[in-house]
């Protein structure tokens, strides 16, 4: 939605000044200098969301996504390692125990096992992440 199609106000100002190159302040574009009520102005805005609903807009058809796709299986690899990544960061802002030894094979344990858990994650938690970076890389927005 164009939030100046509906014709928004900065601090209950009745014009936001633009500089001319004679210095003077014009009212902003598409606003009514007048005051409108907020049903008048909700119900422009709701005409001008039904009008842009059209059905060639690409909100209301989503191709469907190929999982056997090698870039879908990139972009699944993707959110694997950023959910690592955060289960790493949420990890280090806790004290460590002695469960697990703090040597170079405890080390490689922890990482090894933040690994399975990213891809558990991923696998059932449907966060998304992979889904919106297959579409705005095939272009299907």
């Known amino acids: 939605m164009d939030i100046s199609s509906i014709g928004a106000q900065y601090l209950n100002s ?56 090698k870039l879908y299986e990139l972009c699944v690899d993707l959110e694997t390692f950023l959910i690592k990544n955060l289960i790493k960061s949420m990890r280090s802002t806790v004290q460590k125990s002695s469960l697990i030894e703090s040597g170079f094979a405890g080390e490689m344990y922890e990482d090894m096992l933040y690994d399975e858990y990213a891809k558990d994650f991923t696998k059932n938690a449907n966060f998304g992440f992979a889904e919106m970076a297959y579409r705005e890389l095939t272009g299907n927005r």
């Open 14 to 69: 009745a014009y936001v000044p633009l500089s001319t190159s004679a210095g003077a302040s014009l009212p902003a574009a598409g606003y009514n200098t007048e005051q409108s009520s907020f049903a008048e102005l909700l119900k422009k805005a709701q005409v001008t969301n039904k009008d842009s609903e059209t059905p060639s807009s690409p909100v209301s058809k989503k191709l469907p996504i190929d999982k056997n796709d």
